[in-house]
């Protein structure tokens, strides 16, 4: 019997410190992605829907491309940057939903009429990042892409329509 009443309270204990590190665990992980690695969660941003696609230059590495997503293209097609950029993404549709994925980046956004949505990106290395629609918007939903040209530090990034 008494050992009975040692041993109970004993894997309690197991029990409860494990539950304490399964809720530690997640909100430690969150904590370093946030302060550590800058990562910042997609939103809606509190901007008036813009009609006109364009990339502005901030600084040297800031960047922020106002992107356009109509059936079956995306407005710029072709966005260039140096290496080392961040990059400021807002998007919005001209009609139906769209998919907004920048492969290699955690950009994954959804493109809608009326509604700004926000992502960011830090671009460490130069290549071509394939930018796709990844939500089903009708007949040439497969061939809507872009990209985003990473251009080596030194080269003057241009971007084209
Ligand atoms: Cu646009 Cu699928």
Redesign the pocket.
């Known amino acids: 019997m008494t050992t009975r009443e040692t041993g109970v309270p004993l894997l309690e204990k197991k029990i409860l410190a494990a539950s304490f590190v399964f809720i530690a665990l997640p909100l430690a992980l969150i904590a370093v992605s946030v302060y550590k690695l800058g990562q910042r969660v997609p939103t809606c941003a509190p901007l008036a829907p813009f009609t006109k696609a364009e990339v502005i230059q901030h600084a040297p590495d800031r960047y922020e491309v106002h992107m356009l997503?109509r059936?079956?293209e995306f407005e710029p097609k072709v966005v260039k940057v140096p290496k080392g950029a961040t990059v400021d993404f807002y998007i919005v549709s001209e009609d139906?939903?769209?998919?907004f994925y920048v492969s290699g980046t955690n950009v994954n956004l959804t493109?809608l009429p009326n509604v700004v949505n926000y992502g960011q990106a830090r671009f460490d290395r130069a290549g071509s990042f394939r930018v796709m629609?990844?939500?089903?918007?009708?007949l040439n939903?497969?061939r809507?892409n872009a990209v985003i040209e990473v251009t080596e530090s030194g080269e003057t990034p241009k971007s084209a329509q």
Do not use: R
């Open positions: 997503a059936m079956w139906v939903s769209h998919g493109a629609c990844n939500e089903y918007c009708g939903h497969a809507m």
